[in-house]
């Protein structure tokens, strides 16, 4: 079991470009999230997908949109890249959305925007 | 949103148990209490959650007060692996699952 990868690893953007970040999970989960995590803070939610085929806005979701490919698969897309979104990005999945689910996470993929 | 409290900073003895505390005054009856850490900006590592009784799991145990406003977690033997930030979070009811994670508490242990 590979868990939850991300792709790509590393990745340096101008300002204005765009570029999506790819997450897949092997383990059969049902939701699947997206956080950012910037210098010294904690992770923010920036959107998250209860189940194939929802997808829902979470703390920090401007800039940002989302696909739910499939039950595997969600990507994040950033359209017009600002400096201001120069973190690094952890994508996350649970067997559930409720209360009593835990979160697996990947390894992150650090974007820079100059 | 049930905020928690816990402190910057945090040292132990490699061996010795280490006891990190978490405050949550304003948690909901129906809300769940996690830990997860994080070692080197890795992705964070989930560690334990509870309701209301103490759990206890190969990582370590979870002990939350009768009132449900704290909670401890204890890592019985830490070792130098066990160095990261270790995140307290009250999980967010009917709201997707999601997390919401504060500063957290840095934790060295040393030799």
């Known amino acids: 079991n590979a868990g939850v990868t991300q792709t790509p690893k590393f990745q340096v953007l101008k300002t204005g470009q765009s570029m999506t970040l790819q997450c897949a999970q092997d383990m059969n989960h049902n939701s699947m999230y997206w956080y950012r995590q910037d210098p010294g803070m904690g992770l923010r939610l920036i959107y998250y997908?209860?189940?194939?085929?929802?997808?829902d806005k979470g703390e920090v979701p401007n800039g940002y949109n989302v696909s739910r490919l499939n039950k595997r698969e969600f990507s994040l897309r950033l359209e017009s890249a600002a400096p201001s979104q120069t973190s690094v990005y952890f994508c996350?999945?649970?067997?559930?959305?409720?209360?009593?689910?835990?979160?697996?996470f990947g390894p992150g993929t650090r974007l820079t925007v100059t | 949103d049930a905020k928690t409290t816990q402190p910057p900073s945090m040292d132990c003895a490699e061996g010795r148990a280490a006891n990190l505390p978490c405050n949550h005054s304003t948690i909901s009856g129906n809300e769940y209490v996690y830990w997860y850490r994080q070692i080197h900006s890795q992705g964070p590592q989930y560690i334990i959650h509870?309701?209301?009784n103490n759990e206890t799991n190969e990582m370590a145990s979870l002990i939350i007060t009768e009132d449900r406003k704290s909670s401890t977690l204890i890592l019985p033997h830490a070792t130098l692996r066990d160095t990261a930030v270790y995140y307290c979070i009250v999980k967010i009811y009917n709201q997707g699952g999601k997390l919401i994670f504060g500063q957290g508490t840095e934790l060295s242990v040393k030799p």
């Open positions: 997908s209860a189940s194939e085929g929802t997808t």
């Open positions: 996350a999945s649970s067997d559930g959305a409720g209360e009593s689910y835990e979160q697996y």
């Open positions: 509870g309701l209301k």
